[in-house]
């Protein structure tokens, strides 16, 4: 009996010493709030968008965010609506808020971090690196940045083959409604994205979010007009701008459009926008046939 006994003591002491010595059971990472549409697609484009339970209104136009459910307009957050789908952390641009729904977000146990939304590219990588670090993907965030560095070097290049070319003059306008048109001026999202193309923003001389004038439009004489996909229907296509004031005024220009999320933030999409604009405003050349290539005799 009493070497039975031993003998399970040992057993079990060797269970328990085996027990101990295994590494903890990982935890499963935790659910996100992901809040400002370069925030949402810069987590889906690490990969991580199977732990987002939650987005804002704008971040929904992502067709990869589309079926998440959403917790409203990115400024007028409630406190109820984010914690009741039970994620542990909050990703935001700097304009998430109010302020004090964030201040109990943080009270009631979620981690709530924002990130600088300046439309610089420098500012977008670090966002991207910075949400990577977060996510605890940081090799992932690298690739991220080199994909949309080598995208960007690529839209620069081909901008500096029309260098000698008038750069063509593209006035970007956001639709919040029907009668509610914004001109986007220096310091916005548009304009660094007109810029990358290789284009002039022909309402440079405004600073942010203007309201669309009929006398500024006309003396910036755009020959392209930029608006998120979304704003199309809303302002009824070319032929409803074509009506407006100042815009009827201007003849000639053609409706360029990119999707809404790279309009109003930028993200590791930023490349494919200033390429969509690139195709639309200045077409590449076709490739010369084989036969013209190295002269003839």
Known sequence: MKRTAAKWGLVTALFALAAHAAPPAARPAPKLISIGPAITQTVFALGAGDRVVGVDDSSAALPEASKVRTVGYQR???????????AGVLLGSAEAGPPGVLEQLKQA?????????????????????????RLGMPEQGKALVAKLDEDLAKAAGRAAQVKNAKPPRILAIYARGA???????????ADTLIRLTGGVNAAESMQGYKPLGAEAVVAAAPQFVL?????????????????????????????????????????PGLGRAVVRVQDAVAPAAPAAPASAKGGGK
Do not use: C, H, Y
């Not at 979620?110 to 910075?130: K, L």
């Open 76 to 86: 007028a957050l409630s406190a109820e609506g984010v914690l009741s789908l039970g």
């Open 227 to 267: 608006l998120p996909a979304s704003s199309v229907s809303t302002v009824g296509g070319a032929e409803g701008l074509a009506k407006l004031p100042g815009l009827s005024q201007v003849k000639g220009w053609k409706l360029v459009t990119v999707e809404d999320v790279d309009f109003m933030g930028l993200g």
């Open 109 to 133: 146990g979620m981690t709530v971090e924002t990130f600088a939304n300046e439309p610089t590219v420098e500012a977008a990588r670090t966002r991207i690196q910075g949400i990577a670090e």
């Open 179 to 189: 009668g509610a048109l914004m001109v986007a001026g220096s310091g916005t999202v």
